[in-house]
């Protein structure tokens, strides 16, 4: 079974950093491309930064590029989010999700699943 557990959220004021973390269970890294997604209160599931299961390719939102970088650790079969010079729009409960398609893949919720519970990002002074 496919699961995924989020960790590292919190208060933060703008300006500051934050890493977020998704440990991988039940599947390795390196079959299944891993994303980071938010969702803030009335607003759809959006795609932050996606990371191949090769881990060659990374893909990036551009409201975020430039200042979050995805990586993993397959030896701690986890994929991190390390989050720099954040700004209140960025607050958000940040998911984890593990690509659908067989091959490739969209850095859109649509098409990753097994999603986490999810992990709360608050920006503010």
């Known amino acids: 079974q496919l699961q995924l557990v989020e960790s590292g959220g919190g208060l933060v004021q703008p300006g500051g950093s934050l890493r977020l973390s998704c440990a991988a269970s039940?599947?390795?890294?390196?079959?299944?491309?891993i994303g980071w997604f938010r969702q803030a209160p009335g607003k759809e599931r959006e795609g932050v930064s996606c990371i191949s299961s090769s881990g060659g390719t990374t893909r990036y939102a551009d409201s975020v590029k430039g200042r979050f970088t995805i990586s993993r650790d397959t030896a701690k079969n986890t994929v991190y989010q390390q989050m720099n010079s954040l700004k209140p729009e960025d607050t958000a409960i940040y998911y984890c999700g593990v690509g659908l398609l067989s091959s490739g893949y969209v850095c859109h919720y649509k098409y990753f699943g097994s999603w986490g519970q999810g992990t709360q990002v608050t920006v503010s002074s």
């Open positions: 039940g599947f390795t890294l390196d079959s299944y491309a």
